[in-house]
């Protein structure tokens, strides 16, 4: 019998319960992230493309039920409230309020009404499609669209996080599993390649005599102290470093506004990643 490429890729995807589309994965650079922040209408856009992109959130269910006392600004944290989450007893999950993302909700905070509750007021209705306006922003700032556009962004914010932080704190802030991001969301970019090509073996800590199946003395305690350091410490559930009742959080720095268009069309809402369930 004959044995395929094709019967090689789907046995593994048998074994390993995986049932990633490379096809349908892409890296979103920063640059085009830039242009496409720099095309959209308005304050509001702004912040959507900025917490999909930046922040990892789940387009539109956890990006709807945002609101303005989930952010602490003095301590930098952000409360993610995840419907999706939720069902396996992890209403909630805390990420950090990152440098690249903070600007964006703290313009769109200097627009908000007093008593303002949710930080994304428009496209509330079940009949509103986020992706229509999002393709239509991608056209004006000369990006093409890419395959499942918040998902990816999604995988392409845990992509990052995972090169610079401990696996376990990535997949706290991302609210999933190490399984499931390595199934689904971790992709190997050309950066990857450039590093590895460009990078010095000298550097190596493993003797050049090593052979297949020996210990590297201190190896296995390495891994192990870099994984319990990306152990997040709990927090209490509830809301984060807000009072007075008026629904509005601490006011930070003004940030400049930027001009854009306006419009969205109606469609049926989907969240940004249905498949997987994590």
């Avoid at 019998?1 to 890296?27: I, K, P």
């Avoid at 509750?117 to 239509?136: G, M």
Wanted: proline share 6%; hydrophobic share 35%; net charge neutral.
């Amino acid at each position: 019998m004959v044995v395929t490429q094709e019967d090689l890729v789907g046995e593994d995807r048998r074994q390993s319960g995986c049932s990633r589309n490379m096809a349908r994965q892409y890296f979103v650079t920063l640059d085009d992230t830039e242009k496409v922040i720099n095309a959209c209408p308005d304050a509001e856009w702004r912040a959507i493309v900025a917490l999909a992109r930046f922040g990892g959130l789940r387009v539109p269910s956890e990006l709807l039920a945002l609101e303005w006392t989930h952010i602490d600004w003095d301590a930098g944290k952000v409360t993610v409230t995840s419907p999706k989450t939720e069902r396996a007893g992890k209403p909630y999950r805390i990420i950090p309020l990152f440098p690249e993302l903070r600007p964006y909700l703290e313009e769109l905070f200097e627009l908000a009404e007093p008593g303002q509750r949710h930080v994304i007021t428009r496209y509330r209705s079940a009949e509103q499609n986020l992706r229509t306006t999002f393709l239509a922003i991608l056209r004006r700032a000369g990006v093409n669209p890419w395959p499942k556009l918040f998902q990816n962004c999604r995988s392409t914010r845990e992509t990052e996080l995972a090169r610079k932080f401990p696996i376990a704190a990535v997949v706290a802030w991302m609210g999933n599993t190490q399984a499931v991001a390595l199934d689904h969301y971790l992709q190997v970019t050309d950066e990857d390649f450039t590093e590895a090509l460009e990078s010095d073996a000298g550097d190596s800590e493993i003797d050049p005599h090593f052979r297949v199946g020996q210990v590297v003395p201190g190896s296995a305690t390495r891994c192990k102290v870099g994984a319990e350091s990306g152990a997040l410490s709990g927090h209490k559930e509830g809301r984060s470093g807000h009072s007075g009742g008026t629904g509005r959080a601490r006011k930070p720095k003004k940030t400049p506004v930027l001009q854009g268009f306006a419009g969205v069309a109606k469609h049926a809402q989907q969240d940004s990643n249905l498949r997987p369930a994590d």
